[in-house]
């Protein structure tokens, strides 16, 4: 079910089958669920949130296969927007996905950090540190460039990146405010400006 009620969050739930009262385009939504069955149903569902273009935007922001990975076809999304319609946060069970920037890119929250890092491969996306930094970018501190491990080579001052250990864990999301290159030779200035911290190891 989608409502598109202005200010409000929507549902996106594969197959929803509490009808709301009946619109035109709910007539086309009918007329796919009797041609196709479930799979037509959630098709017409995903593109009335809105998420096959949050999933090319997401594409090109991360690389191919992050549209899907960060919003899956099969999966009950909850969309919210602002008064005028545009999409501001993607929300799924474990947690916010991302945030839609108003320049048109996405933030990552937690959620959308660990999906990330399963779409891409090591070290695509990422900035890694060891032990001595774990605890500190956990706690939400910030990551300078003398403690960063490994990083993605295509990482660039502004894009969104998860901070991991070396052995993979996620630690927590962020903004680069240098280079791969700066990362990987300066030895002072901060690397990743930290949004938000995984917290205490489980």
Do not use: C, W
């Amino acid at each position: 079910m989608v409502s598109h009620n202005a200010g409000e969050s929507e549902a996106f739930s594969p197959g929803d089958p509490n009808p709301e009262p009946m619109t035109a385009s709910d007539d086309e939504r009918r007329e796919s669920r009797s041609a196709d069955g479930p799979r037509g149903s959630a098709a017409a569902s995903d593109s009335a949130a809105g998420l096959p273009a949050l999933r090319t935007t997401a594409d090109y922001q991360f690389g191919a296969g992050a549209g899907i990975a960060l919003f899956p076809e099969n999966e009950s999304l909850e969309v919210k927007r602002s008064s005028s319609g545009r999409p501001q946060q993607v929300i799924a069970d474990e947690g916010r996905v991302v945030t839609y920037a108003t320049d048109g890119r996405f933030t990552l929250g937690l959620a959308g950090g660990r999906r990330l890092l399963e779409a891409l491969e090591s070290p695509a996306g990422r900035v890694v540190v060891g032990d001595e930094s774990e605890p500190f970018v956990r706690d939400g501190k910030n990551v300078f460039a003398k403690f960063v491990a490994a990083v993605g080579s295509e990482i660039r001052p502004g894009d969104e990146v998860a901070v991991v250990h070396d052995d993979g864990r996620l630690l927590a999301v962020g903004r680069a405010e240098l280079s791969a290159d700066a990362m990987a030779d300066f030895d002072t200035g901060m690397a990743v400006m930290v949004r938000e911290g995984a917290g205490d190891a489980e």
